[in-house]
């Protein structure tokens, strides 16, 4: 059973930048794709950006691309998200995900069988 932990969060004003990282353990990882979504408060989960196993592939929400960045080290089992440009409305708990099937790209939630407790991103204004 892998486990996921988020860190990098925290809080910025609008237009600086986060890096946000998720170790994996206890699971395989360079064979699954990976992905990290968001939450805000009073509003559903959505997905934000996802990559590839071999980092080849990534897929963003709309709402970041351009200013979001993700990436991933297979050998330190790490996936990251670069966050520059930040505006208030990327304020959400972010998640990280492991895909449950190997050796494809996804962008949709229900594909993502393990997740991270959370790291909170909050932007002022």
């Known amino acids: 059973q892998v486990q996921l932990v988020e860190s990098g969060g925290g809080l910025v004003q609008a237009g600086g930048s986060l890096r946000l990282s998720c170790i994996a353990s206890?699971?395989?990882?360079?064979?699954?794709?990976m992905g990290w979504f968001r939450q805000a408060p009073g509003k559903e989960r959505e997905f934000v950006a996802t990559?590839?196993?071999?980092?080849?592939?990534?897929y963003y929400a709309d709402s970041v691309k351009g200013r979001f960045t993700i990436s991933r080290d297979n050998a330190k089992k790490t996936v990251y998200l670069q966050m520059n440009s930040l505006k208030p409305e990327d304020t959400a708990l972010y998640y990280c995900a492991r895909d449950t099937s190997a050796y494809r790209l996804t962008k949709a939630e229900g594909n993502f069988g393990s997740w991270g407790q959370g790291t909170q991103v909050t932007v002022s204004s």
């Open positions: 206890g699971g395989a990882f360079s064979i699954y794709a």
């Open positions: 990559i590839s196993w071999i980092g080849s592939n990534t």
